[in-house]
């Protein structure tokens, strides 16, 4: 068969086979692995990992040093929003040439750092190494040193050439590079009931909607790490008591740094659902043991899903019995999702993250449904085939996602970082039912070659029965 | 407010513009040009040699133009390909994806990290087609390291190694023939210079023709491989043809194109044409069919080169005399500056960020009516070209959606063309080759102007 002519049948790579998992099947599953090569895996690079991590924080400077492709496909395209100064949304770049590449890119290093610095006035700034930068033998560390001194500063390196990993990787480079700035500032005054919400990345505004949460019940934010993130609050965080940690992939690692070194103990918590959030909430009041805390949360809980609820209730009336896929970054979401999906009366399929580890998939696995498939660092082929396989009506995933679903004339929710609508905390329950109501129950479908195919079976068999 | 030029704490940047750094390029790397004609060959599978964020990040910039699957696979280098040679990850990789995809064709660009580390692409693909008795589908590599050119040098690269590999050197020539060669253009462009073709009863290989890969149909099963293209045996024949048409400005100059490569191989004619976008260019590239076919202009062009003469006459006090900024890709650049003097608009801009040698001078010979009052900017970034577009106020600004912030802060109207347009439907259909395609191009050239001019003015009539 030739590789454009449609195709039934997609194999699995043996190489992958133990990725891919359903429940029930009593199979071992395999996680935490690199990509195979050739695989057209959806993950990118450690480069990219850092990167993502440490964008919100709007006023640092951000400058990739590299050859021009690393920065300029990240340009301003992340839907992370900040309160106050936009400089992260600019791409700087070192744009390294040729006769850099062989002469070394220091000098260059140094004059840009220099000159956009005195230019926009940044509270600091990250320095990316990319793939280049590791080979031609640029000592990083010591142009920041010197250009710290120069300017008084803080110019951090983050070691995160794309080819020492995955996104995780990069996490742990951002991480590293994020707690230079940990322990540097003033706690005064930050209250006993205090906490740093890590992992979460102000998509459309949600770490302002999460915050104000707290806030209503008396525990004071010092951090949102990193969205709408702001040097001075990294500079102060480890004055926090508590450190909810959402995205854990991406910052358990500072968390953990926080706990061994500064004692500030760490949960794991999501803000995607009622379920979730309200558990979040609950999470931090227990901790305190302030039996006030636990008594406004609750009412607040109590209020915000009596808001909610009426309106969940008519979009669950009519995406009930409707199956989905996912594919995230990664598995905390992907396990919020699930129930997400629950409440709103639809069944979860497939169910896939990029980058979950053994724990993250033992409690997704759990939470799942008998037959459901689960995968790990997956591609567009095999996403595909299981679309296909257990005839999906919505995915959600990002933009490399997207086109997979459309083609099928499968419905599509985009839960990435570039979408621009606040899916988080009560509120985002809404936005993110409204969402896959507007895609799943949209009157094109009928028109899908998929679909017009199925409506012809149905039609045969009705004419079957009919015929005498 | 635009980031650009705002410091840390939202006040209006100032002092010496930084010029070391590249803020906010107006390129992006070749590997991403070079999969982009790649996409545009039958059954091929575009496969970046370097680390996994390179092909992911190229995907999704590719994905959110085209709305379609980009499959792009990468060799995936660890630490340890980096220090010693990514050739065990590269077999791995080819094997993968011909046992996922089955490709017919295998489209290989390198990427700074192999091209720095030494990796000796043609000798890795010779021992794995030795090993493999040269049996699966063939493979084509491309040299593409971001920190020699961009994607405009990525996409004319893999163009002339494709045909330098595999069309074959022939003599006996096949009447009505013909290559086409095209610049970056959209799916719309690419599918117009076909038909322009078949109205002369010509039979064209577009070289590559993306029009269907990036822009199909809808799917009842899945294709591991989007359909449409140029076929490799259609790349085989091109020697067959009786001429090419080279298409983009910057290339008319070059010797060893692909099509020069063409001549000289097989005696298939060049035609060196610049973007047929405008009248006078559209009239070079139909009396180019003209000559290869031995056809008169057909009467259905003959009408619509009427009618675009026509529109123009209805609609030239709109636009004469006003001012524009472009940026793009250097032959979409100088397309648009050729096209908009010849309508009376002044293309006081002309921005690219690829490093191109007598840049005004290349622009001279197209904008009519002289370069005095042209500001030829190459190499550049989008924070150069905002701060020119903020002392020079033009009327109206052409390029990607990487304009809106300059425009959006100046309340300037922005054309989107090229790519990426990323905050808009349609980029990849938006026609703007022959008269038909200058026509569109026209009408939204004037309708922007008129619809920023009602928005602006304090009446508001509905009647212009």
């Given at each position: 068969m030739k590789a454009d002519e449609p195709t039934k049948v997609i194999q699995v790579l043996d190489d992958r086979a133990a990725q891919v998992w359903t429940k029930g099947s009593g199979e071992a599953f395999v996680c935490d692995r690199k990509s195979t090569a050739g695989s057209v895996t959806q993950r990118a690079c450690a480069f990219c990992g850092s990167r993502v991590v440490?964008?919100?924080?709007?006023d640092a400077l951000h400058i990739v040093h590299g050859p021009i492709g690393c920065a300029v496909y990240n340009w301003d395209i992340r839907g992370s929003l900040s309160s106050g100064s936009q400089l992260h949304r600019n791409s700087f770049s070192t744009d390294l040439a040729e006769k850099e590449v062989i002469f070394g890119g220091e000098k260059k290093l140094e004059a840009s750092l220099l000159e956009?610095?005195?230019?926009?006035?940044?509270?600091?700034?990250?320095?990316?190494?990319?793939?280049?930068?590791?080979?031609?033998?640029?000592?990083?560390?010591?142009?920041?040193?010197?250009?710290?001194?120069?300017?008084?500063?803080?110019?951090i390196p983050v070691d995160s050439p794309g080819f020492k990993g995955t996104k995780k990787t990069?996490?742990?480079?951002?991480?590293?590079?994020?707690?230079k700035l940990v322990g540097t500032g003033d706690t005064s005054g930050i209250s006993k009931y205090s906490i740093n919400?890590?992992?979460?990345?102000?998509?459309?505004?949600?770490?302002?909607?999460?915050?104000?949460?707290?806030?209503?019940?008396?525990?004071?934010?010092v951090a949102t790490i990193t969205g709408d993130g702001r040097v001075d609050d990294l500079r102060r965080c480890h004055g926090a008591a508590l450190n909810l940690v959402q995205c854990s992939g991406s910052m358990t690692h500072l968390a953990q740094l926080l706990e061994e070194e500064h004692g500030i103990p760490l949960k794991r918590v999501s803000f995607f659902g009622f379920e979730d959030t309200a558990q979040a909430l609950y999470t931090a009041a227990e901790h305190f043991g302030d039996p006030e805390l636990m008594c406004k949360a609750e009412e607040l809980v109590r209020d915000e899903i009596a808001k909610y609820t009426p309106k969940i209730k008519a979009y669950r009336k009519e995406l009930k019995g409707k199956k989905a896929a996912l594919y995230v970054g990664g598995a905390f979401k992907a396990f919020s999702l699930v129930l997400a999906l629950r409440a709103l009366g639809m069944k979860t399929v497939l169910?896939?993250?990029?980058?979950?580890?053994?724990?993250?998939?033992?409690?997704?696995?759990?939470?799942?449904?008998?037959?459901?498939?689960?995968?790990?660092?997956?591609?567009?082929?095999?996403?595909?085939?299981?679309?296909?396989?257990?005839?999906?009506d919505l995915f959600i995933g990002g933009v490399k996602e997207r086109p997979i679903a459309f083609k099928l004339g499968v419905a599509f929710c985009d839960h990435n970082h570039e979408r621009k609508i606040p899916l988080a905390g009560f509120e985002g329950m809404l936005h993110f039912a409204d969402e896959v109501a507007k895609s799943v129950l949209s009157p094109i479908w009928k028109f899908a070659p998929r679909h017009e195919l199925r409506a012809l079976k149905i039609n045969t068999q009705i004419a079957d029965t009919e015929s005498p | 407010m635009n980031p650009d030029n705002t410091t840390a704490q939202g006040t209006p940047a100032e002092g010496e513009l930084p010029a070391s750094a590249t803020r906010?390029?107006?390129?992006?790397?070749?590997?991403?040009?070079?999969?982009?004609?790649?996409?545009?060959?039958?059954?091929?599978?575009?496969?970046?040699?370097?680390?996994?964020?390179?092909?992911?990040?190229?995907?999704r910039y590719m994905i959110s133009h085209f709305r379609e699957p980009v499959d792009i696979a990468s060799s995936s280098f660890s630490e340890e390909d980096a220090i010693f040679g990514g050739a065990r990850n590269f077999e791995q990789g080819v094997e993968n994806v011909i046992s996922q995809y089955q490709p017919e064709l295998i489209g290989v660009a390198t990427t700074c990290l192999s091209?720095?580390?030494?990796?000796?692409?043609?000798?890795?693909?010779?021992?794995?087609?030795?090993?493999?008795?040269?049996?699966?589908?063939?493979?084509?590599?491309?040299?593409?390291?971001?920190?020699?050119?961009t994607h405009s040098d990525g996409y004319y690269g893999a163009i002339d190694q494709l045909v330098r590999t595999f069309a074959k050197p022939m003599t006996a020539k096949i009447a009505g023939h013909v290559n086409i060669l095209p610049a970056m253009m959209s799916c719309a462009d690419l599918r117009h210079l076909r038909e322009l073709c078949e109205l002369y009863q010509l039979s064209p290989t577009i070289l590559p023709d993306y029009s269907a890969t990036l822009e199909g149909s809808s799917w009842g099963e899945y294709h591991r491989i989007s359909p449409g293209g140029t076929s490799l045996e259609e790349i085989e024949e091109m020697g067959s043809a009786t001429a090419t048409i080279e298409i983009g400005h910057t290339r008319a100059y070059l010797k060893n194109t692909p099509a020069d490569y063409l001549e000289k191989t097989s005696s298939v004619k060049r035609h060196a044409l610049g973007w047929p976008l405008g009248i006078r260019h559209t009239d070079q590239f139909v009396t180019s069919l003209s000559q290869i076919s031995g056809n008169r202009l057909p009467e259905s062009l003959k009408d619509e080169r009427g009618r675009l003469v026509d529109a123009y006459a209805d609609a030239h006090k709109y636009v004469s005399g006003k001012t524009a900024a472009i940026f793009g890709e250097p032959d979409l650049v100088i397309a648009q500056a050729a096209f908009l003097s010849e309508i009376g608009i002044r293309p006081i801009i002309c921005a690219t960020g690829a490093k191109v040698k007598k840049w005004k001078q290349l622009l001279s010979s197209e904008i009519e009516g002289g370069v005095a009052d042209v500001e030829a900017l190459s190499g550049t970034d989008h924070a150069?070209?905002?701060?020119?577009?903020?002392?020079?106020?033009?009327?109206?600004?052409?390029?990607?959606?990487?304009?809106?912030?300059?425009?959006?802060?100046?309340?300037i109207p922005l054309l989107r063309i090229g790519f990426p347009i990323h905050d808009r439907f349609g980029g990849q259909r938006i026609l703007q080759v022959g008269y038909r395609g200058t026509l569109a191009a026209f009408d939204r050239v004037v309708n922007a102007l008129l619809e920023n001019k009602q928005d602006t003015s304090e009446t508001g009539y509905s009647y212009l």
């Open positions: 440490l964008y919100p924080i709007a956009l610095i005195e230019y926009y006035k940044p509270k600091a700034a990250f320095v990316y190494s990319t793939c280049i930068v590791g080979l031609i033998g640029d000592d990083v560390q010591a142009i920041c040193r010197k250009v710290s001194k120069k300017t008084n500063i803080d110019c990069g996490y742990q480079a951002a991480c590293e590079a994020a707690y919400l890590m992992g979460e990345f102000n998509i459309g505004g949600e770490a302002w909607m999460i915050r104000e949460y707290y806030e209503r019940i008396g525990i004071e934010v169910a896939g993250t990029q980058t979950g580890n053994a724990e993250d998939y033992k409690q997704l696995q759990d939470i799942c449904d008998p037959g459901t498939v689960i995968v790990d660092d997956s591609n567009p082929l095999e996403l595909a085939k299981f679309v296909l396989e257990k005839e999906v | 906010n390029a107006c390129k992006l790397c070749s590997p991403l040009g070079a999969a982009m004609v790649f996409k545009g060959v039958r059954s091929c599978l575009p496969f970046l040699h370097g680390s996994q964020g390179c092909a992911t990040y190229i995907r091209e720095t580390i030494g990796d000796n692409m043609l000798g890795m693909i010779k021992s794995y087609q030795d090993k493999h008795n040269s049996s699966g589908p063939p493979l084509v590599h491309v040299s593409t390291p971001a920190y020699t050119g150069k070209i905002s701060a020119r577009i903020r002392e020079l106020k033009p009327d109206l600004i052409l390029g990607s959606s990487k304009g809106y912030p300059i425009a959006r802060e100046l309340s």
